[in-house]
């Protein structure tokens, strides 16, 4: 039986990510807020460096994640707010959902348009999700609506 690190991040509802997606928790880092953009893209981040686009799903908090982008050249890392620190979590491959399972409140969510895959932790479907499918304007949009 093999083992899979994963970071629970707790939103709306919960997601994981894989541990390679995460690169690291800013807790007081410098934004810079973006005008006539997507309502959940209105900041960016100054992060070693660069600008990033914040993903900010609740109100204003200090708390970002970076994650990694992969297949993603034109933004590489993408930041998501959120209220509490992601849990780091060790899950068997026997905790792999074959199937994301959709009761009637994850069905409206648009997070699962960015699930990987999906994980059991603690007797709950938690969708896996890829940062870059963060940015696609599908996405974006489902989660303004949301």
Request: proline letters at 8%; one cysteine or more.
């Amino acid at each position: 039986m093999t083992t899979t690190t994963l970071w629970r991040v707790e939103l709306d509802r919960p997601l994981a990510l894989l541990e390679p997606s995460v690169v690291e928790l800013v807790t007081d880092g410098k934004e810079l807020r973006v005008p006539y953009c997507q309502t959940v893209l209105q900041s960016l981040l100054w992060w070693r460096g660069q600008w990033i686009p914040i993903l900010r799903t609740t109100g204003h908090s200090p708390t970002l994640l970076v994650m990694r982008a992969l297949n993603r050249p034109d933004c590489p890392y993408i930041a998501l707010a959120m209220a509490k620190a992601p849990q780091r979590c060790t899950v068997t491959d026997q905790a792999f959902a074959p199937a994301l399972a959709l009761d009637a409140a994850d069905a409206q969510s648009p997070w699962h348009h960015c699930a990987l895959s999906a994980v059991d932790i603690e007797s709950r479907i938690v969708p896996i999700i890829d940062p870059a499918l963060c940015l696609n304007e599908a996405f974006l949009e489902g989660l303004v609506t949301a």
